[in-house]
């Protein structure tokens, strides 16, 4: 048994060291593998039900691409990706707040966009015409609720 056990740890030592070598100097995981990990497994559950004749290509495609990213050694192309996939990653997460808290103060608000500096204005929901201030530009423009 402690024969057993001894063999383990060595097996778990030697794996280890194994993948500190394979990983030494290259880029590994980031915010944008942790993404494309989750979409390839998605299309993998999806490929259960269907059988989209390009799917598999694109999954493996995905795969490839994504260990591909964990083994480079371009650490700033890597970089640039992965600040670009969390910019994308932010505008969807402000939008889909919007979207939640224009749900929520659908009654109280209407949601309007600046014309001039497209900024998101919470406008109090009185019927009518009203000249409205953006806070942001200082422009007036008017808005009918
Ligand atoms: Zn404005």
Same mark, same amino acid.
């Given at each position: 048994?402690?024969?057993?056990?001894?063999? *383990? +740890?060595?097996?778990?030592?030697? /794996?280890?060291?194994?993948?500190?070598? /394979?990983?030494?100097?290259?880029?590994? #995981?980031? +915010? %944008?593998? &942790?993404?494309?990990? $989750?979409?390839?497994?998605?299309?993998?559950?999806? @490929? #259960?039900?269907?059988?989209?004749?390009?799917?598999? /290509?694109?999954?493996?495609?995905?795969?490839?691409?994504?260990?591909?990213r964990?083994? $480079?050694k371009?650490? @700033?192309? &890597? +970089? !640039?990706?992965?600040?670009?996939?969390?910019?994308? @990653?932010?505008? %969807?997460? $402000? *939008?889909?707040?919007?979207?939640?808290?224009?749900?929520?103060? &659908?009654?109280?608000?209407? %949601?309007?966009?600046?014309?001039? =500096?497209? @900024?998101?204005?919470?406008? !109090?929901?009185? !019927?009518?015409?009203?000249?409205? $201030?953006?806070?942001? =530009? !200082?422009?007036?423009?008017?808005?009918k #609720?």
């Open positions: 048994m402690d024969n057993l056990k001894y063999y *383990w +740890h060595k097996l778990k030592y030697n /794996l280890s060291s194994l993948m500190h070598k /394979l990983l030494a100097g290259r880029y590994g #995981i980031d +915010h %944008f593998y &942790r993404f494309l990990t $989750s979409v390839i497994y998605f299309l993998l559950i999806i @490929q #259960i039900f269907f059988r989209p004749k390009y799917l598999y /290509l694109f999954t493996t495609i995905l795969l490839f691409y994504n260990m591909y964990v083994f $480079s371009n650490h @700033q192309a &890597r +970089h !640039k990706e992965n600040q670009i996939y969390l910019k994308y @990653q932010r505008k %969807f997460k $402000s *939008w889909i707040n919007l979207q939640k808290r224009k749900f929520e103060e &659908r009654k109280e608000y209407r %949601f309007k966009v600046c014309p001039n =500096c497209k @900024q998101n204005l919470r406008i !109090k929901n009185i !019927k009518g015409k009203h000249t409205v $201030s953006c806070p942001k =530009c !200082k422009k007036d423009f008017d808005v #609720i």
